[in-house]
């Protein structure tokens, strides 16, 4: 019963038997679509997916915290840069891309804390942690924009400055490729979605 109210709280849109019912159908509808969809399919809904992390991020911060948020896209750059240079780094290792999967989670959530410590524990004006959000995301922008000369390298891997990075390994699951299971990378990223759902829920009831 306690388990019910925290998933039907006050400010919740949705709620309610026939709210859940509706879920339920959709995530039974959600684990049978990629079977049936092509490669292309699943690759532009595994992109669309990736943007809910930063919406339940921003949806946690701005909506139950007060607190608006312009950084949420650098931990994406963050993430990707990191992915790109784990997972080429170990090229030709079948586990080489779920290593950078998930190491550039980890640095993320690493670099969050930091940064979090050091604007919430000094003491500063909430009117401030915007712009210093925004100050962090234009930095690293900025130095990551002249990454473009050969000397910026880690290992095998060149970061490519405004041009990006070539060469990145797609995900693979083990010896199981994306190219072969056509769906392996959405089910991935519905699974990255739903351990951000439920991080969100848990960090929402902590805000009440």
Known sequence: MNL????NGPEDVGRGPLFWLA???LIGFLAWYPRTMSEFEASSIAYYLLNIPMALGLCLLWGY????SFGQVAYFGIAGYLYGIIAGNLMGGSWGPLIGSLGSLAA???VAAAFGYFVFYARVQMWIAPILTLVFTLLL???LGQTAGYQWRVGLVQL??????TGIPSFQLGSICSSATRSITTYFCW?????????FWSARTMAR
């Open 4 to 7: 019910w109210r925290l998933l």
């Open 141 to 143: 922008e900025t130095f």
């Open 23 to 25: 879920f339920v159908a």
């Open 160 to 165: 490519g400055g405004y041009n990006g990075m």
């Open 65 to 68: 915290c007060g607190i608006l």
């Open 191 to 199: 699974s990255c979605s739903a351990s951000s759902a439920a991080g």
């Open 108 to 110: 993320c959530a690493a």
